[in-house]
């Protein structure tokens, strides 16, 4: 009895008389008393918008204001770049705040802002020190990460620096996938069918514990 007072206590959701899983006409465990009444199915959600264009990198708000990167001023080494790197959505607008410190674009990099030699703001960054040792270290980082690229990091992703390139992936690594295509909308529920309904073949499937123990646990 508490277990069964328990489940109608916290229904699953959607588990309301007359849904889909339900028999029409049927009666629902009883909440114990003072427990609140389980919340009509939520509508179905409303499709998710188209994505936002790609902005151009460095571009300026409506306003008139800028803001520089996370690490401007700062050490731009390999450890701020991968920081950027892990917080870059390949499938979100490029801006100063989003981008992939590890593209080129005409053969440069970008500084701590995603901004490029040549384009209006860019700063020279403050670069650390570097031996041998940690340039190999960073090379395979950056293999690393080309071998296995984020969902959505492909050439011309809004994420991405128009007529950019991206890290080459080593040798006899399997090249990156396209982004997939949008799932097509799911198809809508089918009708409940009544309890107990025989196939049109004639046949019929019994429950799964028919001939066996119907206990509680069961």
């Known amino acids: 009895k508490a277990d069964i007072e328990a489940m109608a206590a916290n229904p699953k959701p959607g588990a309301v008389a007359g849904c889909p899983g339900c028999k029409q006409g049927g009666s629902m465990p009883a909440a114990p008393e003072g427990a609140a009444p389980a919340a009509a199915a939520p509508a179905a959600a ?5 994505p936002a264009a790609a902005a151009p990198a460095a571009a300026a708000p409506a306003d008139g204001s800028f803001a520089y990167g996370k690490y401007d001023g700062q050490l731009w080494d390999h450890a701020a770049k991968k920081d950027v790197y892990s917080a870059w959505d390949p499938n979100s607008p490029r801006t100063t705040q989003n981008f992939n410190p590890f593209e080129t674009f005409g053969g440069n990099s970008p500084d701590a802002s995603g901004i490029y030699p040549g384009e209006n703001r860019y700063k020279d960054p403050i670069r650390g020190d570097v031996n041998y ?39 006899g690594a399997a090249p ?42 069961a």
């Open 46 to 50: 409303a499709p998710a918008p188209a």
């Open 133 to 171: 040792a940690q340039m190999m270290e960073e090379k395979a980082d950056i293999e690393a990460m080309a071998a296995n690229p984020k969902p959505g990091a492909v050439a011309g992703c809004p994420g991405c620096k128009q007529g950019g390139s991206m890290p080459a992936a080593p040798e």
């Open 176 to 217: 990156a996938a396209a982004a997939p295509a949008a799932a097509a909308p799911a198809p809508a529920p089918a009708a409940a069918a009544p309890a107990a309904a025989a196939p049109a073949d004639g046949s019929f499937a019994y429950g799964k514990y028919d001939g066996q123990l119907w206990d509680h646990a």
